[in-house]
């Protein structure tokens, strides 16, 4: 009779002892980041550590924004994912084909990545050709990072001189916080500015209408 009794309040005790073990592992639980959440993160090239501190509980998730729902953002982060390794097997061929989708989708961050990667190289074969049409479209939708290497590519003597005024236009209207970017700005634009006949370049710093 009293070993009748025990069995419920043991199982009782348990049930207590589990209950609040389950709701932790709820409360742990990763939220999937929102699409402005995520653009800021690859603005501030901190996306992949977010992955990484996130203990990659959200791989599938991320991976059916990227391959079903076609998201440029998770595009982007996915590619970048398989690309580095991270959280996923090494896939470079696929990382790349998503960074690709990201760009054609006109995802700025994408595109200055891509761009620079012609540029410089990195998973693909140097294409100074490539990089430029990547690298002006994305400073032509604001990305600064594309603005500066786009400039630097056209100082070096790549692209074509009539597109020294809206480089030089670009630099001259940017905004950073930066003191290194704000420096570099200075220099691109002076050597930039070496380029074009005076009145050119006064053509460049009036207002943007």
Same mark, same amino acid.
């Given at each position: 009779?009293?070993?009748?009794?025990? *069995?419920?309040?043991? *199982? *009782?005790?348990? %049930?207590?002892? /589990?209950? #609040?073990?389950?709701?932790?592992?709820?409360?742990?639980?990763?939220?999937?980041?929102?699409?402005? @959440?995520?653009?800021?993160?690859?603005?501030?090239?901190?996306?992949?550590?977010?992955?990484?501190?996130?203990?990659?509980?959200?791989?599938?998730?991320?991976?059916?924004?990227? +391959?079903?729902?076609?998201? #440029?953002?998770?595009?982007?982060?996915? %590619?970048?994912?398989?690309?580095?390794?991270?959280?996923?097997?090494?896939?470079? @061929?696929? %990382?790349?084909?998503?960074? &690709?989708?990201?760009?054609?989708? %006109?995802? #700025?961050?994408?595109? @200055?990545?891509?761009?620079?990667?012609?540029?410089?190289?990195?998973?693909?074969? /140097?294409?100074? +050709?490539?990089?430029?049409?990547?690298?002006?479209?994305?400073?032509?939708?604001?990305? &600064?990072?594309?603005? &500066?290497?786009?400039?630097?590519?056209?100082?070096?003597?790549?692209?074509?001189?009539?597109?020294?005024?809206?480089?030089?236009?670009?630099? $001259? $209207?940017?905004?950073?916080? +930066?003191?290194?970017?704000?420096?570099?700005?200075?220099?691109?634009?002076?050597?930039?500015?070496?380029?074009?006949? @005076?009145?050119?370049?006064?053509?460049?710093?009036?207002?943007?209408?």
């Amino acid at each position: 009779m009293k070993t009748a009794m025990l *069995l419920p309040t043991a *199982l *009782l005790l348990v %049930g207590l002892l /589990v209950a #609040p073990a389950a709701s932790a592992q709820q409360v742990d639980a990763v939220q999937l980041y929102s699409q402005d @959440e995520l653009l800021d993160l690859i603005k501030t090239n901190s996306h992949l550590r977010r992955v990484r501190a996130d203990d990659c509980q959200l791989v599938e998730d991320i991976e059916a924004r990227a +391959d079903i729902m076609r998201l #440029p953002a998770y595009q982007f982060l996915y %590619g970048d994912m398989l690309a580095y390794a991270v959280c996923v097997p090494r896939n470079v @061929e696929r %990382g790349w084909d998503l960074m &690709l989708q990201a760009a054609a989708q %006109g995802l #700025p961050e994408a595109l @200055e990545q891509v761009g620079r990667y012609y540029h410089i190289g990195r998973f693909v074969q /140097v294409d100074i +050709d490539k990089a430029l049409v990547y690298l002006h479209e994305a400073a032509a939708m604001g990305n &600064l990072n594309a603005k &500066l290497r786009y400039a630097q590519l056209l100082v070096d003597g790549h692209g074509s001189p009539v597109d020294y005024e809206q480089s030089y236009r670009w630099l $001259h $209207h940017a905004i950073s916080a +930066d003191a290194n970017t704000h420096a570099r700005i200075q220099q691109l634009s002076q050597q930039l500015a070496k380029k074009m006949p @005076e009145r050119v370049v006064a053509n460049a710093r009036r207002p943007v209408k």
